[in-house]
């Protein structure tokens, strides 16, 4: 009794402190962004003026909507390495159509289509090729839909014109946003509703977090991996409308090494490689995260492969605050252990 | 066990399976009754987990019948036998560190709207699912840090009783327990055996796994000892019968 009066004090304290140190880890990633944010305006004064904020969350659009995708395969313990050439074939077949017929609905709808095509075809080529990894998979479809764009453009880097619909998306609209922007908020937004109010979010979690308790639970484990990978084709398809509506043209050459970005902002904003955890707002928070970096180092004249080094310099923090929050977990546990 | 014997829920008579070459179940048969706890004996490789994974759906038998309630059972898969009534707790427990205690009881069966839309796109019941949770871990009096926690954050016993109680939710049947204490220490395993009591005046079916001849004499009320895919012993565990069970496990004469 007297040794347990003892301990007790001891054993709460660690305990608030682990949980503090994991409550932290969970809002780091929103932390570090403050901390670019404010960092990025003392450095120069540009920074901060309404047109640049804008043109940061213009630029950030495409990022932060197939990052989105990208975050519902990641949660799979997959990933997706086609998206950047998907994308491309996407704006291409988009392209195409419009020399036929000026329509923007049939514009978009071939984009969409074409994206999460794709994204069926690296599904199912994973699952029902009992791929050992989807690595592998969409590593073949990143190289067959970028020669597939460069093919179907027949030698054009940029074809120009969009339809008005399309191009309305790049055009400026309330407070000063690109109409874009509001896309991808309306992406967020269904996204979540997915991943948290939906049984389909819930066994996309429960694959994620194991996949053979997954399928002893009942659920359809192969239908949930293909449902991700097209998840994540039509957000591409969605990044392939936001960008052709920016700059007007397709090309078979645009989402170069969009795949990097993407993966970079969703475990920079801190969803964990392992699978399982993670939300819409960490792939949003990560994109951010990208899209200042590149603003305010652009800004101060930085070179710009300084950029590629500080996401990369950050990459690994993040993926060392995972790990970290796995062991101090563990300790949890064994606490846990010791006082029941 | 001196009233009348109820009727059996569970009727396992000359099950076979084959792996290739091996022949791990040569015809076993096997009973399992309402309020009643059956333990499962023998030694590693006996053929325990192989009968269990043919009555939780995750193996077919090549040949011979399993019955629930006197009817021929379909047990495709391990959903298939979850809906015809049929829990399992598996060794490694089969939960879900990334989610809570209530998301995991519901993990493939989620209480959702509406009907008419097919099953992933219906829109769950947060708190319908997490107040029926917390209401069957009251219940069972499972002490849990926080319901609102992932899984992971939890102790070995604590996450034990997850697995039991989420059985527990949805049992109709029989649960089936795969060495449930394996892993925990004394007083942990203090705890599940309750729980496991608690299942049992709820009257539902045990099969009970486990090495532990102290757990089988203070919990069971039957006893089938597996040895080599054959059934070579049934009988009453009492500390009077241990020695016999145990040369029984092991195959030694006397």
């Given at each position: 009794?007297?040794?347990g009066?003892?301990?007790?004090?001891?054993?709460?304290g660690?305990?608030?402190?682990?949980?503090?140190s994991?409550?932290?880890?969970?809002?780091?990633?929103?932390?570090?962004l403050?901390?670019?944010?404010?960092?990025?305006?003392?450095?120069?004064?540009?920074?901060?003026r309404?047109?640049?904020?804008?043109?940061?969350?213009?630029?950030?659009?495409?990022?932060?909507?197939?990052?989105?995708?990208?975050q519902?395969?990641?949660?799979t313990?997959?990933?997706?390495?086609?998206?950047?050439?998907?994308?491309?074939?996407?704006?291409v077949?988009?392209?195409?159509?419009?020399?036929?017929?000026?329509?923007?609905?049939?514009?978009?709808?071939?984009?969409?289509?074409?994206?999460?095509?794709?994204?069926?075809?690296?599904?199912?080529?994973?699952?029902?090729g009992?791929?050992?990894?989807?690595?592998?998979m969409t590593l073949?479809?990143?190289s067959?839909?970028?020669?597939?764009?460069?093919?179907?453009?027949?030698?054009?880097?940029?074809m120009?014109?969009?339809?008005?619909?399309?191009q309305?998306?790049g055009?400026?609209?309330?407070?000063?946003?690109?109409?874009?922007?509001?896309?991808?908020v309306?992406v967020?937004a269904l996204?979540?509703m997915?991943?948290?109010?939906?049984?389909w979010?819930?066994?996309?979690?429960?694959?994620?977090?194991?996949?053979q308790?997954?399928?002893?639970m009942g659920?359809p484990?192969n239908?949930?991996l293909?449902s991700?990978?097209?998840l994540?084709?039509?957000?591409a398809?969605?990044?392939?409308?936001?960008?052709?509506?920016?700059t007007?043209?397709?090309?078979?050459?645009?989402?170069?090494?969009?795949?990097?970005?993407?993966?970079?902002?969703?475990?920079i904003?801190?969803?964990?490689?392992?699978?399982?955890?993670?939300?819409?707002?960490?792939?949003?928070?990560?994109?951010?995260?990208?899209?200042?970096?590149?603003?305010a180092?652009?800004?101060?004249?930085?070179?710009?492969?300084?950029?590629?080094?500080?996401?990369?310099?950050?990459?690994?923090?993040?993926?060392?605050?995972?790990?970290?929050?796995?062991?101090?977990?563990?300790q949890?546990?064994?606490m846990?252990a010791?006082?029941? | 066990?001196?009233?009348?014997?109820?009727?059996p829920?569970?009727?396992?008579r000359?099950?076979?399976k084959?792996?290739?070459a091996?022949?791990?179940?040569?015809?076993?048969?096997?009973?399992?009754?309402?309020?009643?706890?059956?333990?499962l004996?023998?030694?590693?490789g006996?053929?325990?987990s192989?009968?269990?994974?043919?009555?939780?759906?995750?193996?077919a038998?090549?040949?011979?019948?399993?019955?629930?309630?006197?009817?021929?059972?379909?047990?495709?898969?391990?959903?298939?036998?979850r809906?015809?009534?049929?829990?399992?707790?598996?060794?490694?427990?089969?939960?879900?560190d990334?989610?809570?205690?209530?998301?995991n009881?519901?993990?493939?069966?989620?209480?959702?709207?509406?009907?008419?839309?097919?099953?992933?796109l219906?829109?769950?019941?947060?708190?319908?699912?997490?107040?029926?949770?917390?209401?069957?871990?009251?219940?069972?009096?499972?002490?849990l840090?926080?319901?609102?926690?992932?899984?992971?954050?939890?102790?070995g016993?604590?996450?034990?009783?997850i697995?039991?109680?989420?059985?527990s939710?949805?049992?109709?049947?029989l649960?089936?327990?795969?060495?449930?204490?394996?892993?925990?220490?004394?007083?942990?395993?203090?705890?599940?055996?309750?729980?496991?009591e608690?299942?049992?005046?709820?009257?539902?079916?045990?099969?009970?796994?486990?090495?532990?001849?102290e757990?089988?004499?203070?919990?069971?009320?039957?006893?089938?000892?597996?040895?080599?895919?054959?059934?070579?012993?049934?009988?009453?565990?009492s500390?009077a019968?241990?020695?016999?069970?145990?040369?029984?496990?092991?195959?030694?004469e006397?």
């Amino acid at each position: 009794m007297p040794n347990g009066a003892q301990n007790l004090p001891s054993v709460g304290g660690r305990r608030m402190g682990l949980n503090a140190s994991l409550g932290l880890l969970n809002v780091g990633p929103v932390l570090i962004l403050v901390l670019l944010v404010a960092v990025s305006a003392m450095s120069t004064s540009a920074f901060l003026r309404p047109v640049n904020l804008a043109n940061i969350f213009a630029q950030t659009a495409v990022i932060a909507t197939v990052a989105i995708g990208q975050q519902f395969v990641i949660l799979t313990r997959g990933i997706d390495l086609s998206v950047g050439s998907n994308l491309a074939l996407a704006t291409v077949i988009g392209g195409l159509v419009y020399k036929s017929w000026d329509s923007s609905v049939l514009v978009i709808l071939a984009m969409l289509a074409s994206g999460a095509l794709v994204g069926l075809a690296n599904g199912a080529g994973y699952v029902f090729g009992r791929l050992p990894h989807p690595f592998i998979m969409t590593l073949a479809t990143l190289s067959v839909c970028r020669g597939l764009a460069l093919e179907l453009s027949v030698g054009h880097t940029t074809m120009r014109g969009m339809p008005s619909g399309v191009q309305f998306l790049g055009d400026s609209g309330l407070f000063g946003l690109d109409n874009g922007v509001f896309i991808v908020v309306a992406v967020a937004a269904l996204a979540a509703m997915v991943a948290r109010r939906m049984v389909w979010g819930r066994w996309i979690y429960a694959v994620g977090g194991d996949p053979q308790a997954a399928r002893r639970m009942g659920i359809p484990v192969n239908g949930v991996l293909i449902s991700t990978y097209v998840l994540s084709g039509l957000c591409a398809g969605i990044g392939a409308v936001l960008l052709s509506g920016r700059t007007g043209a397709s090309s078979p050459l645009y989402g170069d090494l969009l795949e990097l970005d993407t993966i970079a902002a969703v475990i920079i904003g801190g969803a964990s490689f392992l699978g399982g955890r993670g939300h819409v707002g960490h792939a949003l928070v990560g994109a951010l995260m990208i899209g200042v970096i590149r603003n305010a180092l652009n800004l101060n004249n930085v070179d710009v492969y300084f950029q590629m080094i500080a996401i990369g310099l950050i990459i690994v923090l993040a993926v060392e605050a995972d790990v970290l929050r796995g062991r101090l977990e563990r300790q949890a546990r064994t606490m846990q252990a010791a006082q029941s | 066990m001196s009233a009348p014997q109820t009727a059996p829920v569970l009727v396992v008579r000359g099950v076979h399976k084959h792996f290739g070459a091996i022949h791990a179940l040569k015809g076993v048969d096997l009973v399992a009754r309402r309020g009643e706890v059956l333990a499962l004996l023998g030694d590693n490789g006996a053929g325990k987990s192989t009968l269990i994974k043919c009555v939780s759906g995750l193996y077919a038998p090549d040949s011979g019948e399993i019955l629930l309630d006197g009817e021929a059972a379909a047990l495709s898969s391990p959903a298939a036998a979850r809906r015809a009534g049929i829990e399992t707790v598996y060794q490694d427990l089969a939960l879900f560190d990334n989610l809570t205690p209530a998301q995991n009881f519901y993990c493939g069966r989620e209480v959702a709207v509406p009907a008419w839309l097919p099953a992933p796109l219906r829109f769950l019941r947060r708190r319908t699912m997490d107040r029926e949770a917390a209401s069957v871990v009251e219940r069972l009096k499972v002490s849990l840090p926080s319901l609102d926690a992932p899984v992971a954050l939890m102790s070995g016993g604590q996450r034990q009783a997850i697995a039991v109680a989420r059985a527990s939710v949805f049992a109709r049947k029989l649960v089936i327990l795969d060495e449930p204490t394996a892993a925990l220490g004394l007083r942990e395993s203090r705890k599940v055996l309750d729980l496991i009591e608690r299942l049992r005046a709820d009257g539902n079916a045990i099969i009970l796994i486990t090495h532990n001849m102290e757990h089988v004499i203070a919990l069971a009320d039957m006893a089938v000892v597996l040895r080599q895919g054959r059934k070579v012993g049934e009988l009453k565990p009492s500390a009077a019968s241990q020695r016999e069970m145990v040369s029984l496990i092991v195959g030694a004469e006397h």
